[in-house]
């Protein structure tokens, strides 16, 4: 019953390094999200998948990859860490619709510091 | 582009008191949802809403979607210290309904 597990917790980069935050999900959901959410702000939404092989772009996905090869997983790809990638970074599931009784579920977020 | 403004930013409220924010958009919506946010946790889903001019409860929250379809407001009545948080509206546009944006949220602190 894990839901939507993000790996790692936390992490701090440096400048120009890259690394792939991990995102999987066991509840057999097609939407997949990523979004960042930096401090005292609301959360931008950086890509979307509605499906393995399908991913879209949010409102803010410049420095940023996806991929979506199974149902399960969505990793987010920095390629060159800059200081303004410093954020939380949340991913989150869901069915088509977003319902109360069919919500989209969050991760527990990825804290990410480039120094 | 796509953009949803919460009003107001922040309130601070006595134990008891009743709490109204709202939602609104330059676009059109077909969905509109209601998230709490506790620090160093992902949002939680509080009220979903799909039609214009509905009204929905979940206790002591009360969401509408707003009828021209650009806005939402969420009451809380008879607030109480777990009430505190941040609370974010969200929702999937007309014009792309995949999508979930967020708006920048209201933070609510309840004085005891």
């Known amino acids: 019953n894990a839901g939507v597990t993000q790996t790692p917790k936390f992490r701090i980069l440096k400048i120009g390094q890259s690394m792939t935050l991990q995102c999987t999900q066991d509840?057999?959901?097609?939407?997949m999200y990523w979004y960042r959410q930096d401090p005292g702000m609301g959360l931008k939404l950086i890509y979307y998948s509605v499906g393995a092989g399908i991913t879209d772009k949010g409102e803010v996905p410049n420095g940023y990859n996806v991929s979506r090869s199974t149902t399960e997983d969505f990793p987010l790809r920095l390629e060159l860490a800059a200081p303004s990638q410093t954020s939380v970074y949340f991913c989150?599931?869901?069915?088509?619709?977003?319902?109360?009784?069919?919500?989209?579920?969050f991760g527990d977020g990825t804290r990410l510091s480039i120094l | 582009g796509q953009q949803l403004n919460q009003s107001p930013q922040s309130m601070f409220i006595q134990e008891g008191e009743d709490v109204s924010m709202n939602c609104t958009s330059s676009?059109?919506?077909?969905?509109w949802l209601w998230y709490k946010q506790d620090p160093g946790e992902g949002p939680v889903l509080l009220i979903a809403l799909y039609k214009a001019g509905e009204l929905t409860s979940n206790g002591r929250l009360t969401a509408q979607f707003g009828i021209t379809r650009k806005d939402s407001f969420l009451n809380i009545s008879a607030s109480i210290p777990s009430d505190v948080g941040i609370y974010f509206c969200?929702?999937?546009?007309?014009?792309?309904?995949?999508?979930?944006?967020f708006g920048p949220g209201t933070s609510l602190s309840v004085i005891p």
């Open positions: 509840m057999n959901h097609n939407y």
């Open positions: 676009s059109i919506f077909n969905t």
């Open positions: 969200a929702g999937q546009l007309e014009t792309s309904y995949d999508k979930v944006i």
């Open positions: 989150a599931s869901s069915y088509a619709l977003i319902r109360v009784n069919q919500p989209q579920h």
